[in-house]
């Protein structure tokens, strides 16, 4: 009988223990499930990049190979999907950058008639389904008479990305400082001069987290280009048609490809602003 007590009380504390260790870590395991549950598609891709599958369609483990990152552009019609998903990604997302930019700028500095309309106007199309966008320009284009091509999908991405640009930059330029303008223009500069070495400086990594969600979102995008792509074949494009017949693995290859330079520029970013952080305390 004494035996078992101590068991028992020795039990009782173990449990304690680990009630206690789940009590106070229950965020830490809950983000790291959550975590663990978002990048486990990206790891089924990543994984399968490497697949050496013993058909056409690239769903079960055959093997390990090289060969696909090797032949990555091995299927027909792959570059040029690639390389044309590129093109209206990097156009897209500067021009949207620069426009929202301007526009954050306009609302936030400025008072003018019109101004909770076009408050409005900008979030209408964070709001409304890809499907409606999507049609809605196919009809605008067909009724202008647009042959469809780049410029029907330049012109679609950068009307959906534009939205995107303007709440990362007024989400910036909300909590900027204003009197840092004013203390350079007391010491002489002008507007511009004053935009260039203060306002600029301050709000760019704003705008970079914008051109770079810009450019995600632009090369990513299947519904709004299927409506108005017309002949030409981005990348979603691609990956929806090669679906039906078979995945091949180089698209899991080319997949890969995005997520690691979208991960490296993002790292990059936030290690740019931690040394900026870090040298203007030393200042």
């Given amino acids: 009988m004494s035996a078992v007590a101590p068991t028992a009380a020795a039990r009782g504390r173990n449990l304690a223990g680990v009630w206690a260790f789940a009590r106070h870590h229950v965020l830490t395991i809950y983000s790291l499930l959550a975590f663990t549950y978002l990048m486990l598609p990206i790891g089924v891709v990543i994984a399968f990049s490497f697949n050496n599958p013993a058909g056409r369609f690239n769903y079960v483990w055959d093997g390990f190979t090289f060969n696909n990152w090797r032949n990555w552009d091995g299927v027909p019609g792959l570059r040029s999907a690639m390389v044309l998903s590129i093109e209206i990604a990097v156009v897209a997302s500067l021009l949207a950058t ?10 936030v500095r400025y ?11 900008i979030f209408l199309p ?6 409606v966008l999507g049609a809605s320009l196919l009809t605008l284009f067909l009724n202008l008479n647009f042959v469809f091509g780049f410029t029907t999908i330049l012109i679609a991405h950068v009307m959906f990305c534009i939205s995107f640009a303007v709440v990362t930059v007024k989400a910036r330029l909300i909590g900027f400082d204003r009197h840092l303008e004013e203390a350079a223009m007391d010491l002489g500069a002008n507007e511009w001069a004053t ?3 203060v306002t600029l400086p301050l709000i760019a990594p ?7 969600l810009c450019f995600a979102i632009s090369i990513d995008d299947f519904v709004v280009t ?5 002949p030409r074949i981005t990348f979603p494009l691609f990956v929806w048609g ?9 698209v899991n290859v080319i997949g890969t ?20 952080e870090r040298s203007s305390a030393r200042t």
């Fill in 226 to 230: 299927y409506f108005n792509a017309g």
């Fill in 206 to 212: 704003a705008i970079l987290a914008s051109l770079l």
């Fill in 111 to 121: 008072g003018f008639r019109g101004r909770g309309v076009t408050n409005l106007l």
């Fill in 242 to 250: 090669a679906a039906r017949v078979g995945a091949p693995p180089q």
């Fill in 195 to 197: 935009f260039r070495k």
């Fill in 126 to 131: 964070l709001s409304t389904p890809e499907i």
């Fill in 257 to 276: 490809a995005i997520f690691l330079v979208a991960v490296t520029a993002m790292v990059g970013n936030v290690l740019v602003q931690m040394r900026r």
């Fill in 98 to 107: 620069v426009l929202g930019t301007l526009i954050a700028l306009a609302l």
